[in-house]
């Protein structure tokens, strides 16, 4: 049966004009996989969001999510069902491991029809200082009010972050363009993960990619917890970009 699996898989590749090669693999999944990465230094490891012994109602087997965390490489997680690749949801935080995302994407075999959105997620906003004052008990307190100078200066953050998020997209964006592809910028704000998500629920999305890491725990959020969940989460296939350790 896996020979006849293998063979099938071939013949369609190979269909398509591409060279293949196959072979079988002994021993822990995952750990073969990304040993075999390593070794032969691909440019894309593919695989399906569910395996045959996955868990019914898991979105992502086992050794695809391995992957996805281990491998030094760039990992597609393709989940059905597949109707090709015409809207790509590229995810940023400005970070280094972002932009090599960027620049992968722009060498990615794209048909000329697809459309790339580019993505950037602002933190939720900032809530200016509140004082508290203290008051007798069984009084009614007043309505608590902001102070002026405090939501001054909430207010420059907030224009500040949107500032640099507008710069991180309109590189992103131009990065893009210059390689022909069809490319739009969002920004948002709010949880990450959530905006993400709900962003390709609302806009219909074949392929999110995204970086494997952020910058830092306080400024980049795409350090692992926001990919894993666009992984799990997403609905839709989900390309990783790691480089070479």
């Not at 999510?65 to 597609?76: D, G, I």
């Not at 640099?164 to 390689?179: F, M, N, P, Q």
């Not at 692992?224 to 390309?239: F, M, P, Q």
Request: hydrophobic share 45%; aromatic share 4%; proline share 6%.
């Amino acid at each position: 049966a896996l020979m006849a699996a293998l063979g099938k898989t071939q013949s369609i590749l190979e269909s398509g004009n591409f060279d293949v090669k196959t072979g079988i693999l002994h021993g822990h999944p995952a750990e073969e996989l990304a040993k075999f990465a390593d070794e032969h230094r691909p440019d894309l490891l593919v695989v399906g969001a569910k395996g045959l012994r996955a868990t019914l109602g898991i979105l992502l087997g086992g050794v695809a999510q391995q992957l996805v965390e281990y491998a030094h490489w760039p990992v597609l997680v393709v989940r059905a069902p597949y109707a090709g690749l015409r809207r790509v949801l590229l995810v940023t935080d400005g970070s280094t491991h972002s932009r090599e995302a960027v620049d992968y994407l722009k060498k990615f075999p794209l048909r000329a029809n697809t459309t790339v959105e580019v993505m950037h997620v602002l933190p939720p906003m900032p809530q200016p200082y509140v004082s508290t004052p203290a008051w007798p008990a069984g009084t009614n307190m007043p309505p608590l009010v902001p102070e002026p100078l405090e939501e001054e200066v909430t207010a420059r953050q907030a224009e500040a972050e949107e500032l640099e998020g507008k710069a991180i997209v309109d590189s992103a964006v131009r990065t893009l363009r210059s390689a022909g592809i069809a490319a739009t910028g969002v920004l948002v704000r709010g949880d990450a993960a959530t905006e993400i998500i709900e962003h390709v629920k609302a806009h219909v999305t074949d392929l999110i990619v995204a970086g494997s890491r952020g910058y830092g725990a306080v400024k980049g959020w795409l350090m692992g917890s926001v990919s894993r969940k666009l992984v799990h989460y997403a609905g839709c296939s989900v390309l990783i970009v790691r480089s070479e350790l």
